[in-house]
């Protein structure tokens, strides 16, 4: 084990990088986030499969980064979870003790993981905030995902207890963007309602939303999680994770989300809410507060516009996009 030591430059290595969020850090990186100082690794399952206790060791040899931001995860939409739950606590929980614990056999000085908004107590009071996590059982649909999830705050509460170390976690609520998994039987509800509108419109059909509409989401454009994952790397300094989310008021129902796709694509067709399917947990309102206290002056990108962002990137990249 070596000792964490404040050496200059950082190498930070990302794991997820390929995925939704970890694009997005590269883009504001590259776009002018990143500083002469700082070299960016960022890896996926083809450098290492972090379930795996040896290739992610050795993911650490090759790379000795000094710093890592943790995205990598088995991560799903609403129905996927429901589905899966055992595969996504076993393969999220290797994969969280093997990054932390090779960073803390490594001596990484500092690891920002990734929790969610999602994984909080189902029976709650509202507005969710940072020190609510293990407050009760989570929803039902994605048990497997949300105490996986909640294990990591465990762990790092473990390193700063018996070692000191400063290992914290984000908590976003749901993000969405280009890069996104447009899945629409496995992905988010966001890129799902981008590429079901995409089909009505090119089918001349109706757009089917799953559920009643009337759930409740904050929803977190990728490139602004993006500048505060990089704050979070540089600036936070608490072990305790910060919720990284758009205030209160800026809560959407699932219609309203879906009327802006419709906006953005240009629908013109039937809208229809299929009541037979699961409307999962109603809301899970987050406070922003303590965001707040340390940026009360960050700018979040207008939903719409980033609504608008992503449908033109989908658009454009319709044959390579995961979907
Ligand atoms: N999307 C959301 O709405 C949301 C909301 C809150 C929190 N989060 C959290 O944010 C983080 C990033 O999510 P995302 O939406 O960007 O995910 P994503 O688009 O599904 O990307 C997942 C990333 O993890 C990598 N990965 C998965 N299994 C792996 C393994 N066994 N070994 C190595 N790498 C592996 C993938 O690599 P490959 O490309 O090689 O498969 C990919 O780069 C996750 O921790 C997630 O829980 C997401």
């Given at each position: 084990m070596t000792e964490p030591a404040e050496s200059k430059p950082k190498r930070i290595l990302v794991t997820g990088g390929t995925g939704l969020v970890g694009r997005a850090i590269e883009k504001v990186v590259a776009d002018g986030?990143?500083?002469?100082d700082e070299e960016w690794i960022f890896v996926c399952s083809k450098d290492a499969?972090?379930?795996n206790a040896a290739e992610t060791r050795a993911l650490y040899e090759k790379h000795r980064p000094t710093h890592v931001i943790h995205l990598a995860a088995l991560v799903g939409g609403l129905f996927k979870n429901i589905k899966y739950n055992l595969d996504f606590w076993r393969r999220n929980v290797h994969i969280n003790d093997n990054v932390l614990h090779s960073a803390y056999e490594f001596g990484v000085q500092k690891v920002v993981s990734c929790l969610s908004?999602?994984?909080?107590?189902?029976k709650t009071t509202y507005p969710?905030?940072?020190?609510?996590?293990?407050n009760g059982p989570p929803h039902d649909s994605n048990f497997g995902y949300s105490y996986a999830k909640r294990m990591i705050d465990i762990q790092n509460r473990g390193y700063f207890q018996q070692h000191g170390w400063r290992f914290t976690a984000v908590i976003p609520t749901n993000v969405f963007g280009?890069?996104?998994?447009?899945?629409?039987?496995?992905?988010?509800v966001l890129p799902g309602l981008i590429h079901k509108v995409y089909l009505a419109k090119k089918n001349g059909t109706a757009l089917t939303v799953w559920g009643t509409g009337k759930p409740r989401r904050q929803f977190i454009y990728s490139l602004d999680l993006a500048r505060l994952f990089v704050w979070v790397l540089r600036e936070y300094d608490e072990v305790e994770p910060i919720i990284l989310s758009v205030?209160?008021?800026d809560e959407v129902s699932i219609r309203e989300a879906a009327e802006s796709v419709v906006e953005a694509m240009d629908f013109r067709g039937e809208l229809i809410f299929d009541t037979t399917k699961s409307d999962g947990q109603f809301k899970k309102t987050a406070s922003n507060g303590k965001l707040r206290r340390h940026l009360p002056d960050f700018q979040f990108t207008p939903f719409k516009r980033a609504v608008k962002e992503t449908c033109d990137w989908f658009n454009t990249h319709y044959a390579t996009a995961r979907k």
């Amino acid at each position: 084990m070596t000792e964490p030591a404040e050496s200059k430059p950082k190498r930070i290595l990302v794991t997820g990088g390929t995925g939704l969020v970890g694009r997005a850090i590269e883009k504001v990186v590259a776009d002018g986030e990143g500083r002469p100082d700082e070299e960016w690794i960022f890896v996926c399952s083809k450098d290492a499969d972090l379930t795996n206790a040896a290739e992610t060791r050795a993911l650490y040899e090759k790379h000795r980064p000094t710093h890592v931001i943790h995205l990598a995860a088995l991560v799903g939409g609403l129905f996927k979870n429901i589905k899966y739950n055992l595969d996504f606590w076993r393969r999220n929980v290797h994969i969280n003790d093997n990054v932390l614990h090779s960073a803390y056999e490594f001596g990484v000085q500092k690891v920002v993981s990734c929790l969610s908004t999602c994984i909080f107590p189902d029976k709650t009071t509202y507005p969710i905030d940072e020190t609510m996590i293990h407050n009760g059982p989570p929803h039902d649909s994605n048990f497997g995902y949300s105490y996986a999830k909640r294990m990591i705050d465990i762990q790092n509460r473990g390193y700063f207890q018996q070692h000191g170390w400063r290992f914290t976690a984000v908590i976003p609520t749901n993000v969405f963007g280009p890069h996104d998994n447009f899945n629409i039987e496995d992905g988010h509800v966001l890129p799902g309602l981008i590429h079901k509108v995409y089909l009505a419109k090119k089918n001349g059909t109706a757009l089917t939303v799953w559920g009643t509409g009337k759930p409740r989401r904050q929803f977190i454009y990728s490139l602004d999680l993006a500048r505060l994952f990089v704050w979070v790397l540089r600036e936070y300094d608490e072990v305790e994770p910060i919720i990284l989310s758009v205030g209160e008021e800026d809560e959407v129902s699932i219609r309203e989300a879906a009327e802006s796709v419709v906006e953005a694509m240009d629908f013109r067709g039937e809208l229809i809410f299929d009541t037979t399917k699961s409307d999962g947990q109603f809301k899970k309102t987050a406070s922003n507060g303590k965001l707040r206290r340390h940026l009360p002056d960050f700018q979040f990108t207008p939903f719409k516009r980033a609504v608008k962002e992503t449908c033109d990137w989908f658009n454009t990249h319709y044959a390579t996009a995961r979907k």
